[in-house]
C-alpha cells in the first residue's frame, strides 16, 4: 500500500507538471509575437520599438532572403517607411551594410525589438528557421569582431570596428550575442550589459507595459512605453505656452484624465493603428475611455490641426484596467510615427 501510495504522488507531481508545461505552451502560442519578446527585454526597459519583419514583407508582399542586396533591402526599407510599418527600427541606416557584409538585416530577420532603459539600450533580432549561423559566426570572425570562448558569449566588435565597414551600422551593434537555442541575436553598445542579458530579462512579469502589449495583439510594428516614460516623452510640458494653456482646458473640458501605467501605439495587418492605455483601476479606464475619446476626436494642440485629420476614431474599449482605440489612418498620414513622440494631447496624463 505505501508503494502504490508513493507511485500515486509520483504520478500526480507529473501530471501537475505536465500540466504547467502545457499551460506555457499554450500561452505562448496564444500570444502575440511582441508578448512572447517582450519577455526577453531587461527589466529596466522604459521604451520599447517593435518590428515584425516578417509581418512587414509578407504585408507589402515582398520576397527577401540571404542572397538579397543591400540595395534591395534599402528600397524595401523605402517601401515599409512609405506604409508607415518602419518608424519603430533601430536598423534602418545599418541595413544595407548588415545585408551585404554580415548576411543578416530586416530582410531576413524574423523580428526586433529596441528597449531603451536607464540600464542600457539592447537590440533583440529573432532569427528565422534555417538561418545560417555558422555563416554568421564566419562573417564575424572575417570583419574583426573577437570570438568569445563560450559559443552563446559577446563577440565584441567596438564602434571604431563598425566605422571601418562599407557603411554606417548602429553602435547599438557594436558588441553582439548569438544565442543559437533560442533562435536570437542580440546587440548593444555596453558589451558588459549585453553579458547579463539573460539575468536582466523581464520574464512573465506583469504590470502595466505588457497589459498594453497584451492588447495590441498582432502588431506589425509598435512603440510601447511605461507609464512614465509615457507621461513624460508625450506630455504637452514640451509644447509652447499657448499650446500648453490651450491642452489644459481641453483637458478639463473632457472631464480630466489619470496617469497611465503603460502605452503602446501600434501598426496593425491592413493599415489600421490600436492604441492602448493601463491603468491603476478599472474605473480610471472607464473614465478615461470617455476623456480620452474626446480629446482624440478633437484640437491637436503642439502638433496643429486636429486628430479627424489625422486618422478617423473607432471603437474606444474599456476592459479591467486597459483602454484601447482603434484608428483609421487618413490617406497621405503617418499615424504611428506622428504620435509615438509628444506633445500627444489624447495621451497626455
Known amino acids: ?37 517582450l519577455e526577453l527585454a531587461p527589466k529596466s526597459a522604459a521604451r520599447l520599438s517593435w518590428t515584425d519583419w516578417a509581418g512587414v514583407r ?14 534591395d533591402v534599402d528600397d524595401f526599407l523605402q517601401d515599409a517607411f512609405d506604409r508607415d510599418l518602419a518608424s519603430t527600427t533601430a536598423l534602418d541606416a545599418s ?14 530577420l524574423d523580428w526586433e525589438l529596441f528597449s531603451q532603459g536607464e540600464d542600457g539600450a539592447l537590440v533583440l533580432m529573432g532569427l528565422p528557421e534555417g538561418f545560417d549561423v555558422a555563416g554568421l559566426r564566419e562573417r564575424l570572425r572575417a570583419v574583426g569582431f573577437e570570438e568569445p570562448d563560450d559559443a552563446d558569449g559577446v563577440w565584441r566588435g567596438g564602434v571604431d570596428l563598425l566605422e ?11 558588441a553582439l550575442q548569438i544565442d543559437e537555442d533560442a533562435g536570437l541575436i542580440a546587440g ?24 498594453v502589449v497584451d492588447a495590441v495583439g498582432p502588431a506589425l510594428s509598435a512603440s510601447v512605453a511605461t507609464g512614465d516614460q509615457a507621461c513624460s516623452a508625450l506630455a504637452m510640458t514640451d509644447a509652447d505656452p499657448a499650446d500648453r494653456t490651450r491642452a489644459s482646458e481641453l483637458v ?9 501605467t503603460g502605452f503602446a501605439i501600434s501598426g496593425q495587418p491592413g493599415g489600421g493603428v490600436r492604441v492602448a492605455m493601463a491603468f491603476e483601476t478599472d474605473e480610471q479606464a472607464r473614465e478615461d475611455a470617455d476623456s480620452r475619446s ?29 483602454l484601447t482605440m482603434a484608428m483609421t489612418p487618413v490617406e497621405g498620414n503617418f499615424v504611428l510615427s506622428d504620435l509615438s513622440h509628444g506633445p500627444v494631447l489624447f495621451a497626455t496624463c
Open 188 to 211: 548593444s553598445d555596453d558589451p558588459d550589459f549585453l553579458e547579463q542579458r539573460a539575468d536582466l530579462a523581464r520574464g512573465d512579469r506583469e504590470d502595466g507595459v505588457s497589459e
Open 1 to 37: 500500500m505505501r508503494r502504490r501510495w508513493v507511485v500515486l504522488c509520483v504520478v500526480a507531481v507529473l501530471v501537475v507538471s505536465a500540466g504547467v508545461v502545457l499551460a506555457w505552451r499554450l500561452r505562448a502560442e496564444e500570444g502575440s509575437r511582441l508578448a512572447e519578446a
Open 294 to 322: 474626446k480629446l482624440a476626436a478633437g484640437p491637436a494642440p503642439g502638433q496643429g490641426g486636429s486628430f479627424p485629420e489625422r486618422f478617423d476614431l473607432g471603437r474606444v474599449v474599456a476592459s479591467g484596467r486597459v
Open 252 to 260: 478639463a473640458r473632457a472631464g480630466g484624465v489619470h496617469p497611465m
Open 164 to 174: 571601418g565597414l562599407g557603411g554606417p551600422v548602429t553602435p547599438e551593434l557594436a
Open 95 to 108: 541595413a544595407p551594410t548588415l545585408q551585404d557584409e554580415l548576411g543578416f538585416s530586416p530582410a531576413t
Open 58 to 71: 509578407e504585408e507589402l508582399g515582398v520576397d527577401l532572403s540571404a542572397s538579397s542586396t543591400g540595395e
